[in-house]
């Protein structure tokens, strides 16, 4: 049974930062891509950035190049998404989720496929 479980989110004002978490389980990690994606209030649902976790190859949105990192634990089985220089348009729900790598990570984040498995998902809200 796959698992996505994230934590981490919280309240900030703006400029400050935060790391989530996801700690997976349920499927082989490396033969999986991992992203994050996230809802803000009356918007629809964006992807941030993925993981391959075959060769570790990362892609990241330009909207947060230069402010948030993805990163990974292997023997955690986790990955992260540290967030600097939070601005008021981050607030939302940040979703982490999981897929078989049928497609490159770019596919996903971008929005032309989608993931299968979802976590529950962690509140963000950036605010003076």
């Known amino acids: 049974q796959v698992q996505l479980v994230e934590s981490g989110g919280g309240w900030v004002q703006p400029g400050g930062s935060l790391r989530l978490s996801c700690e997976v389980s349920?499927?082989?990690?490396?033969?999986?891509?991992i992203g994050w994606f996230r809802q803000a209030p009356g918007k629809k649902r964006e992807g941030v950035s993925c993981?391959?976790?075959?060769?570790?190859?990362?892609y990241l949105r330009d909207f947060v190049k230069g402010r948030f990192t993805f990163s990974r634990d292997n023997s955690k089985k986790s990955v992260y998404l540290q967030m600097n220089n939070l601005k008021s348009e981050d607030t939302a729900v940040y979703y982490c989720?999981?897929?078989?790598?049928?497609?490159?990570?770019?596919?996903?984040?971008?929005?032309?496929?989608?993931?299968?498995?979802w976590g529950k998902g962690t509140q963000v809200t950036v605010s003076a």
């Open positions: 993981i391959r976790n075959r060769d570790g190859a990362i």
């Open positions: 349920g499927f082989t990690f490396d033969d999986y891509v």
């Open positions: 989720a999981a897929d078989a790598a049928h497609f490159v990570c770019a596919d996903y984040v971008e929005g032309y496929n989608e993931m299968d498995y």
